[in-house]
Nanobody, 120 residues
Framework: QVQLVESGGGLVQPGGSLRLSCAAS????????MSWYRQAPGKERELVAT????????NYADSVKGRFTISRDKTKNTVFLQMNSLKPEDTAMYYC?????????????WGQGTQVTVSS
């Protein structure tokens, strides 16, 4: 059974930092592209950052470029999101996603989410 378990969310003041973690189990971690998404109340879920299965390539939403860093540790089957210079508009539920394309189908898994609140 595939499980993605996020942690590290919380309440932080504007300008502060948080580090989110997503521990993956039940899948071949090195085969999956890992991503972080977020969803604020009343808004659609949006892609924040993606890292390839090898970890050699990353992509970020324009709104977080230069502030957020995605990374992965294959020894721990864990993906991280380092968030610096946080803004109130970063407030959202953050979700971990694992995806791989088998050609004939895509496998796609989600975590339960971790809340990030940026407020003074």
């Amino acid at each position: 059974q595939v499980q993605l378990v996020e942690s590290g969310g919380g309440l932080v003041q504007p300008g502060g930092s948080l580090r989110l973690s997503c521990a993956a189990s039940g899948l071949t971690f090195n085969s999956y592209v890992m991503s972080w998404y977020r969803q604020a109340p009343g808004k659609e879920r949006e892609l924040v950052a993606t890292i390839t299965n090898t970890g050699r390539s990353t992509n970020y939403a324009d709104s977080v470029k230069g502030r957020f860093t995605i990374s992965r540790d294959k020894t721990k089957n864990t993906v991280f999101l380092q968030m610096n210079s946080l803004k109130p508009e970063d407030t959202a539920m953050y979700y971990c996603n694992a995806q791989r394309d088998l050609g004939f189908k895509k496998q796609n898994y989600w975590g339960q989410g971790t809340q990030v609140t940026v407020s003074s």
